[in-house]
């Protein structure tokens, strides 16, 4: 009964991973393949979220300087 149990859950965790039908095999090949590639897209994607948040994370440092003008002096939290 335990042998039973025992692999009841063997099977119940590896076909939950495995997939079902050939196109989803197929799918998840290619998508690991596809994974590990250079890619334009990906490229552009990253240059515009550092384009964009970049000046957010400079104002938050300027946001703790001492002195008013653009000259960085030192940390002040006043």
């Known amino acids: 009964m335990a042998r039973n149990l025992l692999m009841l859950a063997h099977d119940a965790f590896t076909t939950k991973n ?3 039908s050939e196109n989803a095999r197929h799918a998840k090949r ?3 393949r596809h994974g590990h590639k250079f ?11 550092i384009f964009l948040f970049l000046p957010l994370f400079v104002i938050i440092v300027y946001s703790f300087n001492e002195s008013k003008g653009a000259e960085f ?6």
């Open 73 to 78: 002096t030192k940390v002040s939290l006043t």
């Open 18 to 20: 495995r997939p079902r």
């Open 39 to 49: 890619s334009f897209s990906k490229l552009v994607l990253w240059l515009t979220i």
């Open 30 to 32: 290619a998508w690991r």
